[in-house]
């Protein structure tokens, strides 16, 4: 910390900031606990890929249907439909490419012909219990048509591709255009850039039996916005009083500046609007916004804004009305690359919408809230049962006087900002190697209360299951990361994530194609209490015999688990596992040469985990001192220069919270330089030059030099007969080619069944005996 105070003497207040929360983070660095491998997730069977029946897909959108017990997948000039039984792998696939004479326009017009000149899927919602509505950007040319999928049970999938509507509004043009969409009651609210150039940003209604319904073209409305996301959210049980909000980025006017800062915003409609009689004609007469704020806070009271909003998930709860809003941001910094994710109550988001509006005088003020009269029905209003009072019924935005329109016109924007729980984010990352870019969110009954097990998607192909952990009435919150997942071989930006908590599934989205990974596989942890319990996994428990699924109302009494603090020692205590099994570990013999270097390597399966070594001489076990000759790595030990008094049995202890386990024994034997010295002074005589690095040549070398197998035989008498197996891998492992190995190894086995025959022959005469080989392979 001192070096942070001198340092930051000389910064101005907002790097100084952001150099804190920098510096916060870098001290609470959180790896995860385990990271499985592709291999390990197929290995297990947790995970498998869709690619497609070409091999490529270019995934653009995914819709998980659990009503049809199905996976719909929209690509490059293609559908699939996939079985959710893994019992059933059948994949149904339509080809839907661009109209004819489309791709060719679109090549004429300057578009790349591989990567935009192709109809991406970028819709796909129920239009009804048979059919989906499907758009897609055919070749810049949008185009809508409904898929055929039949009744539940049924495994159908057709359309014919003849019989498409236009698009436009529905779909963007661009495949790379950021786009949000909704389907409600047979209407298509989608926000999105509804021309061919990319700058028109709008919010619209489409479909259905009522006019087309847009927002005006306004910046004060919608400033280069990047939509992320829509949902229908009701605020009451009354119908007419629905609401769609849309979260988006755009440039803020109100930020100062002429460019304009980049904020997030929530914005929302009245799913009735019918727009103004008069003014706003088939425009939006109820569309307000207002900020939504993800920031750490940092001295002097300065900020630290995360305010480019990534993704977002509703995390539904039996209150529909009330679900909670999941959002990652990421910082707009030339200075550091830093992420975020906020939780939001719709209570507060409501708040905001009720409060004050945002004013502006003229050009040269500054923006404040407005303090004068709001007309009445108050803008941002829907008209419904609870907004009517007597005498002023509204059936209809028509019939809102026209000085509820000029105001909604004029103040889109409310003075007050969204602020998250806690006032600051679950958790933060910064300078990671990758992007977090999908979140989604399970909440998990646990035998200590309640979680939210939060799956987020990266860059390049990863998935990270993280909670976080609140203590008492902190503020602080504690970020566990339980696994990494490398769900794609190859890295690859995920770009959608759907879970089926039903199914226990997480469905994941990326331009190579999606998979299925499922949500926990508890035996993953280990086969003991402790390590059950140190995952802290919500969704496992240590069930007496196993670690297996946590279910809240399980008949099975015996459960063993511990989210909050994941303390084995309390949890475990009156366990089978005996303080032996714990201190058992894998054991192997290394030989090392004084003088020289040696490596006793030890990785913990755990990254949380902290390793100690320990050597044991005798009846004595202390903890090994390193310096510049001893070494402790990531990895294990090493030796520079290795000294006689080396010599020992090497104990690698994990240790995590309070709980250590031992996981390898190593006996550590030291040839001594004097006793190879006559052997090594050969080598310094030049007998041995003509080999690979001066080093002896291989033992089983045909035609090598008799002298070398006479310098090996001479190192097995040294040892003795029941150290070979150690020397000889050492030694081809040192000295030999991968075929000599082999054919080493051959003898070896010849020369151990020669050893086993003259143990059977011990009745025999000495003189037999004496005949036996002893130690010297290079002589079988």
């Given at each position: 910390m001192k070096e942070f105070t001198a340092v930051s003497q000389n910064l101005p207040a907002v790097l100084l900031a952001v150099l804190h929360l920098l510096w916060a983070d870098a001290s609470k660095v959180n790896v995860p606990r385990l990271r499985l491998s592709y291999k390990d997730l197929l290995a297990s069977n947790r995970s498998s890929v869709f690619s497609g029946n070409r091999g490529s897909l270019s995934l653009s959108t995914v819709f998980l249907d659990e009503y049809h017990d199905r996976l719909f997948l929209g690509g490059r000039d293609v559908l699939y439909s996939l079985s959710l039984d893994p019992a059933n792998l059948d994949a149904k696939e339509i080809h839907w490419p661009p109209l004819p004479g489309n791709r060719e326009d679109c090549e004429q017009m300057g578009k790349d012909?591989?990567?935009?000149?192709?109809?991406?899927?970028?819709?796909?919602?129920?239009?009804?219990?048979?059919?989906?509505?499907?758009?897609?950007?055919?070749?810049?040319?949008?185009?809508?048509?409904?898929?055929?999928?039949?009744?539940?049970?049924?495994?159908?999938?057709?359309?014919?591709?003849?019989?498409?509507?236009?698009?436009?509004?529905?779909?963007?043009?661009?495949?790379?255009?950021?786009?949000?969409?909704?389907?409600?009651?047979?209407?298509?609210?989608?926000?999105?850039?509804?021309?061919?150039l990319g700058h028109d940003a709008v919010i619209l209604r489409s479909l259905g039996g009522r006019s087309t319904m847009r927002t005006e073209t306004d910046q004060r409305l919608l400033r280069d916005p990047k939509f992320v996301a829509a949902h229908l959210i009701p605020d009451n049980d009354d119908r007419?009083?629905?609401?769609?909000?849309?979260?988006?980025?755009?440039?803020?006017?109100?930020?100062?500046?002429?460019?304009?800062?980049?904020?997030?915003?929530?914005?929302?409609?009245?799913?009735?609007?019918?727009?103004?009689?008069?003014?706003?004609?088939?425009?939006?007469?109820?569309?307000?916004?207002?900020?939504?704020?993800?920031?750490?806070?940092?001295?002097?009271?300065?900020?630290?804004?995360?305010?480019?909003?990534?993704?977002?998930?509703?995390?539904?709860?039996?209150?529909?009305?009330?679900?909670?809003?999941?959002?990652?941001?990421?910082?707009?910094?030339?200075?550091?690359?830093?992420?975020?994710v906020c939780l939001y109550r719709m209570a507060d988001i409501r708040e905001a919408f009720n409060g004050p509006f945002a004013h502006k005088e003229g050009p040269d003020y500054q923006w404040g809230t407005y303090e004068g009269r709001v007309p009445y029905p108050r803008p941002g209003s829907?008209?419904?049962?609870?907004?009517?009072?007597?005498?002023?019924?509204?059936?209809?935005?028509?019939?809102?006087?026209?000085?509820?329109?000029?105001?909604?016109?004029?103040?889109?924007?409310?003075?007050?900002?969204?602020?998250?729980?806690?006032?600051?984010?679950?958790?933060?990352?910064?300078?990671?190697?990758?992007?977090?870019?999908?979140?989604?969110?399970?909440?998990?009954?646990?035998?200590?209360?309640?979680?939210?097990?939060?799956?987020?998607?990266?860059?390049?192909?990863?998935?990270?299951?993280?909670?976080?952990?609140?203590?008492?009435?902190?503020?602080?919150?504690?970020?566990?990361?339980?696994?990494?997942?490398?769900?794609?071989?190859?890295?690859?930006?995920?770009?959608?994530?759907?879970?089926?908590?039903?199914r226990q599934t997480l469905y994941v989205g990326s331009p190579r194609g999606v998979a299925q990974v499922r949500l926990h596989r508890c035996e993953t942890y280990g086969q003991a209490c402790a390590e059950c319990c140190l995952a802290r996994d919500p969704y496992c428990a240590w069930d007496g015999t196993s670690c297996t699924r946590y279910t809240p109302h399980g008949k099975r009494r015996y459960r063993r688990q511990d989210i909050r603090h994941g303390n084995p020692v309390l949890q475990c205590v009156d366990q089978s596992t005996s303080a032996e099994d714990l201190d058992a570990g894998e054991e192997r013999v290394v030989y090392g040469t004084e003088n020289n270097s040696t490596f006793l390597e030890c990785v913990p399966?755990?990254?949380?985990?902290?390793?100690?070594?320990?050597?044991?001489?005798?009846?004595?076990?202390?903890?090994?001192?390193?310096?510049?000759?001893?070494?402790?790595?990531?990895?294990?030990?090493?030796?520079?220069?290795?000294?006689?008094?080396?010599?020992?049995?090497?104990?690698?202890?994990?240790?995590?919270?309070?709980f250590a386990r031992t996981l390898a024994r190593v006996s550590l034997e030291v040839l001594r330089g004097e006793t190879l010295g006559e052997l090594i002074a050969r080598e310094e005589g030049g007998e041995w030059a003509g080999s690979r690095g001066g080093l002896p040549p291989c033992p089983s070398h045909r035609g090598g030099p008799a002298h070398a197998r006479s310098w090996f035989k001479d190192l097995m008498q040294l040892l003795g007969p029941s150290s070979l197996p150690h020397v000889e891998e050492y030694c081809e492992r040192m000295w030999c080619s991968d075929k000599l190995r082999r054919k080493h190894k051959a003898m070896l086995g010849k020369y151990r069944l020669a050893q086993e025959s003259a143990r059977k022959g011990r009745g025999k005469g000495a003189g037999e005996r004496s005949r036996t080989p002893r130690a010297a392979p290079g002589d079988v």
């Amino acid at each position: 910390m001192k070096e942070f105070t001198a340092v930051s003497q000389n910064l101005p207040a907002v790097l100084l900031a952001v150099l804190h929360l920098l510096w916060a983070d870098a001290s609470k660095v959180n790896v995860p606990r385990l990271r499985l491998s592709y291999k390990d997730l197929l290995a297990s069977n947790r995970s498998s890929v869709f690619s497609g029946n070409r091999g490529s897909l270019s995934l653009s959108t995914v819709f998980l249907d659990e009503y049809h017990d199905r996976l719909f997948l929209g690509g490059r000039d293609v559908l699939y439909s996939l079985s959710l039984d893994p019992a059933n792998l059948d994949a149904k696939e339509i080809h839907w490419p661009p109209l004819p004479g489309n791709r060719e326009d679109c090549e004429q017009m300057g578009k790349d012909p591989q990567s935009e000149c192709a109809n991406y899927v970028r819709v796909l919602h129920p239009y009804n219990r048979t059919h989906l509505l499907a758009c897609g950007t055919g070749a810049f040319q949008p185009m809508c048509a409904f898929v055929y999928v039949g009744h539940r049970g049924e495994h159908v999938f057709s359309m014919d591709p003849t019989n498409v509507e236009n698009g436009r509004g529905k779909c963007p043009h661009d495949p790379s255009h950021p786009f949000a969409s909704t389907f409600i009651g047979g209407e298509l609210y989608t926000g999105l850039t509804a021309d061919f150039l990319g700058h028109d940003a709008v919010i619209l209604r489409s479909l259905g039996g009522r006019s087309t319904m847009r927002t005006e073209t306004d910046q004060r409305l919608l400033r280069d916005p990047k939509f992320v996301a829509a949902h229908l959210i009701p605020d009451n049980d009354d119908r007419d009083n629905d609401k769609v909000y849309f979260f988006f980025t755009e440039r803020a006017m109100e930020s100062g500046g002429g460019a304009g800062a980049i904020y997030s915003r929530v914005g929302r409609v009245c799913a009735n609007d019918a727009g103004g009689q008069r003014v706003l004609v088939n425009k939006w007469s109820t569309f307000i916004k207002a900020r939504l704020v993800c920031s750490v806070p940092g001295p002097h009271g300065i900020d630290t804004h995360f305010d480019q909003l990534e993704d977002v998930f509703l995390l539904r709860t039996k209150d529909e009305k009330n679900p909670d809003v999941y959002a990652i941001f990421s910082t707009i910094s030339n200075v550091f690359q830093g992420f975020a994710v906020c939780l939001y109550r719709m209570a507060d988001i409501r708040e905001a919408f009720n409060g004050p509006f945002a004013h502006k005088e003229g050009p040269d003020y500054q923006w404040g809230t407005y303090e004068g009269r709001v007309p009445y029905p108050r803008p941002g209003s829907c008209p419904s049962k609870i907004t009517n009072q007597p005498g002023k019924q509204f059936g209809s935005t028509k019939e809102f006087p026209d000085a509820v329109l000029q105001f909604a016109r004029g103040h889109p924007l409310m003075a007050q900002a969204v602020l998250p729980v806690l006032r600051q984010p679950l958790l933060v990352k910064a300078h990671l190697g990758y992007r977090l870019r999908q979140i989604v969110v399970d909440r998990v009954e646990a035998e200590d209360g309640q979680y939210d097990v939060m799956f987020i998607g990266t860059d390049v192909g990863t998935v990270l299951k993280v909670i976080a952990l609140r203590s008492g009435n902190s503020l602080d919150t504690e970020e566990v990361t339980l696994e990494e997942l490398q769900v794609f071989k190859v890295p690859t930006p995920i770009t959608s994530l759907e879970i089926s908590v039903k199914r226990q599934t997480l469905y994941v989205g990326s331009p190579r194609g999606v998979a299925q990974v499922r949500l926990h596989r508890c035996e993953t942890y280990g086969q003991a209490c402790a390590e059950c319990c140190l995952a802290r996994d919500p969704y496992c428990a240590w069930d007496g015999t196993s670690c297996t699924r946590y279910t809240p109302h399980g008949k099975r009494r015996y459960r063993r688990q511990d989210i909050r603090h994941g303390n084995p020692v309390l949890q475990c205590v009156d366990q089978s596992t005996s303080a032996e099994d714990l201190d058992a570990g894998e054991e192997r013999v290394v030989y090392g040469t004084e003088n020289n270097s040696t490596f006793l390597e030890c990785v913990p399966r755990s990254p949380q985990a902290s390793v100690a070594w320990l050597v044991q001489r005798e009846e004595r076990r202390e903890e090994v001192k390193t310096d510049d000759r001893v070494i402790r790595t990531e990895q294990g030990l090493l030796f520079r220069r290795l000294h006689r008094q080396d010599e020992g049995v090497y104990v690698c202890q994990a240790r995590e919270l309070g709980f250590a386990r031992t996981l390898a024994r190593v006996s550590l034997e030291v040839l001594r330089g004097e006793t190879l010295g006559e052997l090594i002074a050969r080598e310094e005589g030049g007998e041995w030059a003509g080999s690979r690095g001066g080093l002896p040549p291989c033992p089983s070398h045909r035609g090598g030099p008799a002298h070398a197998r006479s310098w090996f035989k001479d190192l097995m008498q040294l040892l003795g007969p029941s150290s070979l197996p150690h020397v000889e891998e050492y030694c081809e492992r040192m000295w030999c080619s991968d075929k000599l190995r082999r054919k080493h190894k051959a003898m070896l086995g010849k020369y151990r069944l020669a050893q086993e025959s003259a143990r059977k022959g011990r009745g025999k005469g000495a003189g037999e005996r004496s005949r036996t080989p002893r130690a010297a392979p290079g002589d079988v």
